[in-house]
């Protein structure tokens, strides 16, 4: 049973920075990509990063490039989001989420990850 644990959000104002993590278990966690979704009031859940599991790819939408960044620390089961320069609108709920597949490349859709996190939440004050 895989299992992801998210940690990290919290209030900040405007220009502040988070370091969301995501603790996983259950599996040989090196060999699958892992993403990040959020999902902000009466919105659909949307992408936000993702790496792959040879880390050396890493994803992002376009409304956070140059401000997050999405690493990997294969030896403690973990997933980061350094996300840097927040805005308002960055506000909503973080998901966490691992591939389905070994082996296979980091998506940006829901449906190539099979397991997620229970969500934390980051808000951001102006």
């Known amino acids: 049973q895989v299992q992801l644990v998210e940690s990290g959000g919290g209030l900040v104002q405007a220009g502040g920075s988070l370091r969301l993590s995501c603790a996983a278990s259950?599996?040989?966690?090196?060999?699958?990509?892992m993403g990040w979704f959020r999902q902000a009031p009466g919105k659909e859940r949307e992408f936000v990063s993702a790496i792959d599991w040879t880390v050396t790819r890493t994803y992002y939408v376009d409304s956070v490039k140059g401000r997050f960044t999405i690493s990997r620390d294969n030896a403690k089961n973990t997933v980061y989001l350094q996300m840097n320069d927040l805005k308002p609108e960055d506000t909503a709920v973080y998901y966490c989420?691992?591939?389905?597949?070994?082996?296979?490349?980091?998506?940006?859709?829901?449906?190539?990850?099979?397991?997620w996190g229970q969500g934390t939440q980051v808000t951001v004050s102006a």
């Open positions: 259950g599996r040989t966690f090196s060999r699958y990509a």
């Open positions: 989420a691992a591939g389905g597949s070994s082996y296979s490349a980091a998506g940006q859709t829901e449906g190539q990850y099979a397991y």
